[in-house]
């Protein structure tokens, strides 16, 4: 017999995500942030990425002609575990004028 030892729920009770509502809130309150924090919030949105996994993302973990972005999944405690996670066309065009304008050396 398989244990499920995976649970919606922390040890007292409460939820450990948050619930479609919420994330829709999220993701329109990354709209009043800088820049920098609008994308970060919206990566994690988009992806389901742990905010470590976000932080450590470098332009070139974003593959524009597959539209994805590649994350080194650290659940598992274990490196060189990469997960390609699509990303929506007009957040991957956002973000990509957001690296045009760093590397134009324009200020944010």
Known sequence: MCRNTMSLHNGQGQRKYLNHTESLRFLTLTQECQRDTKFFGQLIYYTSARLSEI????????DFSNKTVVIEALKRRQRGV?????IPNCFLRELEDYITSLKDGKNL
Do not use: G
């Not at 450590?56 to 974003?62: K, R």
């Open 82 to 86: 990469y997960l390609e996670i699509p």
């Open 55 to 62: 932080y450590n993302l470098t332009v070139e973990s974003i």
